[in-house]
Antibody, heavy 113, light 110 residues
Framework: EVQLMESGGGLVQPGGSLRLSCGGSGFTFDSHWMSWVRQAAGKGLEWVATIANDGSEKYYVDSVKGRFTISRDNGKRSLYLQMNSLRVEDTAVYYC??????WGQGTLVTVSS | QAGLTQPPSVSTDLGQTATLTCTGNNNNVGHQGAVWLQQVQGHPPKLLSYRDNNRPSGISERFSASRSGNTASLTIAGLQPEDEGDYYCSAWDTSLSGWVFGGGTKLTVL
């Protein structure tokens, strides 16, 4: 069974940093491109970042370029999102996902003073 | 980033068939097809199909996807009360180098 499990969310002040993690199991982790997608309360889904299966390609939505970094460690079957210079508008539930496998349960990031 | 177009809401009778649509362009839906997701209130999105009509294991055959040009469709047969929720489409956009999402369709089973 495919499982994706996020962790690392929490409350952080504007300008602060947070690192999200996502562990994958039940599939060949290093064969799949992975993404982070977020959802603000009561809103739709917004793509954040995507990384190639071997980490050679990375793509970001314009609003997080220069602030967020996606990475992965295939040996640990883990996906990461380093978030710096956080803004109030980054507040959302963050999901890790694979386009043809599924989504995790999400982790809540709240940016507030 | 520009998004895909979905009707905000669809209502269909219990036991009937609902068809949801998602319109994009040649760079996204028309290029690699769409992914369909179901989100029930308070739960994470659930993958229903990818690359037009590939269903992950465990997804009911009542859910079937298709595509005609730049418009993708999700058909749900024999509607059940548990099918109520928000349905999102998504596609990789080759010109934007990123995923684009539709605004979601709220499905109500009457």
């Amino acid at each position: 069974e495919v499982q994706l499990m996020e962790s690392g969310g929490g409350l952080v002040q504007p300008g602060g940093s947070l690192r999200l993690s996502c562990g994958g199991s039940g599939f060949t982790f290093d064969s799949h491109w992975m993404s982070w997608v977020r959802q603000a309360a009561g809103k739709g889904l917004e793509w954040v970042a995507t990384i190639a299966n071997d980490g050679s390609e990375k793509y970001y939505v314009d609003s997080v370029k220069g602030r967020f970094t996606i990475s992965r460690d295939n040996g640990k079957r883990s996906l990461y999102l380093q978030m710096n210079s956080l803004r109030v508008e980054d507040t959302a539930v963050y999901y890790c996902s694979s386009a043809n496998l599924g989504w995790g349960q999400g982790t809540l990031v709240t940016v507030s003073s | 980033q520009a998004g895909l177009t979905q009707p905000p809401s669809v209502s269909t009778d219990l036991g009937q068939t609902a068809t949801l649509t998602c319109t994009g362009n040649n760079n996204n839906v028309g290029h690699q097809g769409a992914v369909w997701l179901q989100q029930v209130q308070g739960h994470p999105p659930k993958l229903l199909s990818y690359r037009d009509n590939n269903r992950p294991s465990g997804i009911s055959e009542r859910f079937s996807a298709s595509r005609s040009g730049n418009t993708a469709s999700l058909t749900i047969a024999g509607l059940q009360p548990e099918d109520e929720g928000d349905y999102y489409c998504s596609a990789w956009d080759t010109s934007l180098s990123g995923w684009v999402f539709g605004g979601g369709t709220k499905l109500t089973v009457l």
